[in-house]
């Protein structure tokens, strides 16, 4: 048995990478933090109950659950950080605000805050998002709480793109749907719960047959049942917005709302994101489960795995006592390290670019290299017994240096290696 093996997707970083990622996470916290997002870091565990609260029954699957010897009371290893900071913001950010406020009483509550929240983190997980991905990524992301409406939804996108663009991350594709669509629409056509959960599970797998077959078999008005088949061929570019409107035009102001939401959304990115592509897909039903309304997924062009991903989740925050509009977005580390172009400037102070210094005990030499490190430079000590250091290039590199620290006439000298 080799018990240096990892389990099937659980990663750990060697220096090369671990530098990489660590400098990119600085990075983003940075970033976040020009546009007022403050870092919270959340447990690693926490009791079942919070960290599956708003989220749905996919992320319980997704959890793995360990007992708590103190209580017997179950706990989990968080899959997603989400739920954590949406219980930081309700229960220990916002009591100020009315617990039994509703999300669009909230948002005009003069108590209400609004708290924007950011956070890095491993995550750990049941299964991998893809065939042989991780089990074990690094989530970023930011969340906006406290607000519902255009400014904060277009806020926390153009902060999820901004971050892509400063790690020059190119050909990226912006696709945007809105729960409301298909929630108006079902309303509409007056579905039961049961025939609403079929539909929207037949709308998330794009099963168009489908589709068309169970439409028929519920012998619906046909206005009602030409929109049920008209949504899921709605996708494109947002010039598609215009046309739903027209396919869609009796379906109610629900959906009405969704689509010159959609629309308003598509063009402020359109001015701010100039090489940005957008895909409108008003049948996008990933997340509908606990999704209130726009919902955003960043992808490359001619990669099939999602780089970034979020939406708005109103009301999340009412489990824990105190019901918030939020939105947010999240990503993985790993991943944005792997797509970035931009992370040679990110770790040029991670290069061999360290100075090598004589092991000798001299109360003027660890001076000067107090002064070194102070300054920023990267000093590491030769431990072995030669006091004068005469190695090549390549041995120098081997430690990650390019420099030597020389003593002459009784100074300390940096010399190119």
């Not at 912006?174 to 039961?192: E, K, N, T």
């Not at 990669?303 to 990503?331: H, V």
């Amino acid at each position: 048995m080799n018990t240096w093996l990892l389990p099937a997707g659980i990663n750990e970083s060697l220096p090369d990478e671990a530098e990489k990622l660590e400098a990119l996470r600085r990075h983003i916290v940075d970033l976040y933090a020009t546009w007022g997002y403050r870092l919270v870091m959340p447990p690693l565990v926490e009791y079942m109950e919070s960290l599956k609260a708003g989220i749905g029954t996919q992320l319980d699957l997704q959890t793995f659950k360990i007992t708590d010897q103190e209580n017997g009371r179950m706990m989990g290893i968080r899959a997603d950080i989400t739920p954590q900071v949406a219980r930081i913001d309700a229960h220990r950010l916002s009591n100020n605000t009315p617990s039994n406020t509703t999300a669009s009483e909230n948002t005009s509550s003069k108590n209400t805050t609004i708290n924007r929240l950011c956070y890095i983190g491993t995550v750990l997980r049941t299964r991998s998002d893809e065939q042989g991905g991780s089990r074990s990524p690094v989530q970023v992301g930011a969340e906006l709480f406290g607000h519902a409406g255009i400014e904060s939804d277009s806020e926390i996108i153009s902060l999820m793109l901004e971050t892509l663009d400063s790690l020059d991350i190119k050909d990226l594709v912006l696709d945007l749907g809105h729960v409301g669509l298909a929630s108006g629409l079902a309303d509409y056509a007056q579905l039961d719960d049961s025939q609403k959960a079929h539909y929207f599970d037949m709308l998330s797998r794009k099963s168009i047959p489908e589709i068309e077959t169970w439409v028929t078999q519920l012998d619906l008005p046909s206005a009602a049942a030409d929109m049920l088949l008209a949504l899921p061929m709605l996708s494109g570019s947002p010039d598609i917005i215009d046309t739903a409107k027209t396919s869609l035009k009796n379906a109610g102001k629900m959906v009405l709302d969704a689509l010159d939401h959609l629309q308003k959304i598509s063009r402020l990115l359109s001015k701010c994101f100039t090489g940005l592509t957008l895909h409108i897909d008003l049948a996008e039903m990933r997340g509908y489960a606990y999704h209130t309304g726009i919902m955003y997924t960043v992808y490359q062009t001619g990669r099939a795995a999602s780089i970034a991903q979020g939406g708005r989740y109103d009301g999340i925050g009412k489990a824990f006592g105190n019901s918030r509009p939020a939105i947010g977005f999240s990503s993985d580390l790993r991943t944005l390290a792997n797509l970035s172009f931009g992370t040679t400037q990110l770790i040029n102070s991670l290069a061999v670019n360290g100075i090598l210094i004589p092991n000798i005990q001299d109360q003027a030499l660890e001076q000067h290299i107090k002064e070194l490190r102070a300054q920023g430079e990267q000093v590491i000590r030769y431990l072995g017994k030669t006091q004068e250091l005469e190695l090549s290039a390549e041995q120098l590199k081997s430690y990650g240096c390019n420099r030597v620290l020389h003593q002459q006439n009784d100074v300390w000298v940096v010399k190119q290696g």
